[in-house]
């Protein structure tokens, strides 16, 4: 099977400017002013999308800045492939170890109900984990787009 390093499929990864602590990416990567998310893939912006959250940012998006945030996941689900990445544990909700005091089992309520509403929620534990899930995402997904492609043009391009 290819690996997101392999030529297969070759892609840019796009990391919003807006990105205080960018994710240390292993393949080509490049700032770029997104409309939506932190990270994108070149050509492909207005499909791909994954929205990335510290623990606290993410504590602090679900309650003083719930408002904004909810803006910010109804403009994900016009993507193809959107994800809220939270770089951290799931653990750290449900026992609370974050700045607020916000209830743990609110918190987690939450994410289940953006999870209904908008898009999967997923977890990476350090920076280099969710990097490396957003290239793999990002392989397959390109490589997926480019199969429909080849799919659906006509034989005298292929």
Same mark, same amino acid.
């Given at each position: 099977?290819? *690996?997101?390093?392999s030529n297969?499929a070759?892609?840019v990864?796009?990391?919003?400017?807006?990105?205080q602590?960018?994710?240390?990416?292993?393949?080509?990567?490049q700032?770029?002013?997104?409309?939506?998310?932190?990270?994108?893939?070149?050509?492909l912006?207005?499909?791909?999308?994954?929205?990335?959250k *510290?623990i606290g940012?993410?504590i602090?998006?679900?309650?003083?800045?719930?408002?904004?945030f909810?803006?910010?996941?109804?403009r994900?689900?016009?993507?193809?492939?959107?994800?809220?990445?939270?770089?951290g544990?799931?653990?750290?909700i449900?026992?609370?170890?974050?700045?607020?005091?916000?209830?743990?089992?609110?918190?987690?309520h939450s994410?289940?109900?953006i999870?209904?509403?908008?898009?999967?929620?997923?977890?990476?534990?350090?920076?280099?984990?969710g990097?490396?899930?957003i290239?793999?995402?990002?392989?397959?997904?390109?490589?997926s787009?480019l199969?429909?492609?080849?799919l659906?043009?006509?034989?005298?391009l292929i």
């Amino acid at each position: 099977m290819p *690996s997101p390093t392999s030529n297969s499929a070759a892609f840019v990864i796009l990391i919003d400017t807006r990105e205080q602590t960018p994710l240390p990416m292993t393949t080509g990567s490049q700032p770029a002013t997104l409309c939506t998310g932190d990270y994108s893939i070149l050509g492909l912006e207005d499909r791909f999308a994954v929205e990335r959250k *510290s623990i606290g940012d993410l504590i602090g998006s679900l309650t003083t800045g719930r408002e904004r945030f909810t803006r910010e996941l109804q403009r994900l689900r016009a993507y193809d492939f959107r994800r809220l990445l939270v770089i951290g544990h799931e653990e750290e909700i449900k026992t609370g170890r974050y700045r607020s005091g916000a209830s743990p089992t609110a918190m987690l309520h939450s994410l289940y109900s953006i999870e209904a509403k908008y898009c999967p929620v997923v977890f990476a534990p350090t920076p280099e984990a969710g990097a490396a899930l957003i290239e793999r995402w990002a392989f397959w997904y390109v490589r997926s787009a480019l199969q429909c492609a080849k799919l659906s043009a006509p034989r005298s391009l292929i």
